[in-house]
């Protein structure tokens, strides 16, 4: 067998999605919640999974999590779709959408990398268009992609990955309101922002929100949320696998919704966090600091980026670096943590660039 006969020339083009695994005492990487469960709701909720029979396949599209995601959105549970965290839903919408060489799917960049993963394996074209020097929209560039590609799919995150900020509300407005196709706003980190165009599905029957709990402390249960127009939704139902979202994850979603409170708690507190960590950061010599709306604070550094990751890395600090190509080269990303890690990553940025 030859491998080219067999798989996809956009997949043998790719290289695998590569996740940093390093030794860490603080993990600053991956935009989590910090905080673990308090261990009284930790222990109702392992009591609760303790009475899962495992022997038995999990309710197929999650009809509980649907209605409570539903009342929650003030939508109706046909317009609910539940998936194995928000990329899964990525990658059920590509499947189900038309892929024309002479269309595409629009990519901001830098943005999360998911996307344009998902839209090549699926057989898209990837129409990358960069964000202006303030990681804004370049709205004229879109919409002028816009009329000339008719694309599949535009991308929004919102706020956007890595850069943390949310995009001018009049620059995804007038990107809505001109797509032909499908416009996904990814809340992913709704949480941290309060912002948000779910009101929005009322206008715009092209518009697609995606929510998560990975960011709000469930990360390893994998529990995404799409919301759409009921017609859409029973199409991208029609791809989705019978059994995406396991029991556990189903059970624990709707802890969630019981526990609410005490989630929102610690989002709160991450908030308080991320503003007290931008002051701080600001005052170092040697970084620049973006504007945040998420749980994480990109910077760029002066000089020898790498060597300040590898240096917080030796003293037990692991955040997300980039290449050394494009508008992120001089970056790195750290997620805000608990009072006492973001105290010691500060500390230990200092130290490495006051050397
Ligand atoms: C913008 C954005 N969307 C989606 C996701 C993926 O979320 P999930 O864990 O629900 O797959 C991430 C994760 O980092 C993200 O940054």
């Not at 929100?209 to 017609?231: D, N, P, Y």
Request: hydrophobic share 40%.
């Amino acid at each position: 067998m030859k491998i080219h006969n067999v798989i996809k020339k956009n997949v043998r083009g790719q290289n695998a999605y590569a996740i940093e695994e390093r030794e860490c005492a603080i993990k600053m990487d991956a935009n989590e919640n910090p905080h673990a469960l308090s261990p009284a709701l930790r222990k109702e909720l392992f009591d609760t999974l303790s009475r899962i029979p495992l022997n038995r396949y999990p309710a197929a599209g999650s009809p509980s999590l649907r209605r409570l995601f539903a009342e929650k959105y003030h939508v109706h549970e046909n317009m609910i779709l539940i998936g194995n965290g928000s990329d899964e839903l990525i990658q059920v919408l590509l499947t189900a959408l038309v892929a024309s060489s002479k269309r595409g799917v629009v990519v901001p960049v830098p943005t999360f990398a998911i996307y344009r993963i998902a839209a090549l394996n699926t057989g898209h074209q990837v129409l990358e268009i960069p964000l202006d020097e303030r990681f804004d929209l370049d709205l004229d560039a879109i919409l002028n992609m816009i009329a000339r590609r008719n694309p599949e799919v535009v991308f929004l995150s919102y706020p956007n990955n890595p850069t943390g900020n949310c995009y001018s509300d009049d620059r995804v407005l007038p990107i809505i309101q001109a797509s032909p196709g499908i416009v996904v706003v990814d809340e992913a980190y709704h949480h941290f922002s309060d912002r948000t165009f779910l009101p929005r599905l009322k206008e715009f029957n092209n518009l697609i929100i995606l929510r998560t709990l990975s960011k709000v402390g469930f990360a390893a249960l994998r529990i995404g949320v799409l919301i759409g127009h009921a017609e859409v939704v029973r199409e991208l139902n029609k791809v989705r696998l019978p059994y995406n979202l396991n029991t556990l994850s189903q059970t624990a979603a709707e802890f969630f919704f019981s526990h609410e409170k005490e989630f929102v708690a610690q989002t709160e507190n991450i908030v308080s966090h991320r503003e007290w960590l931008m002051k701080e950061m600001k005052a170092i010599r040697g970084i620049r600091t973006y504007p945040s709306d998420s749980n994480f604070i990109l910077f760029s550094c002066q000089d020898d980026k790498d060597g300040v990751y590898e240096n917080l890395l030796q003293r037990g600090i692991l955040i997300k670096n980039f290449g050394n190509l494009g508008p992120l080269r001089d970056c790195l990303r750290v997620t805000v943590g608990t009072g006492s890690e973001n105290a010691a990553f500060v500390e230990a940025l200092k130290g490495i660039l006051n050397r």
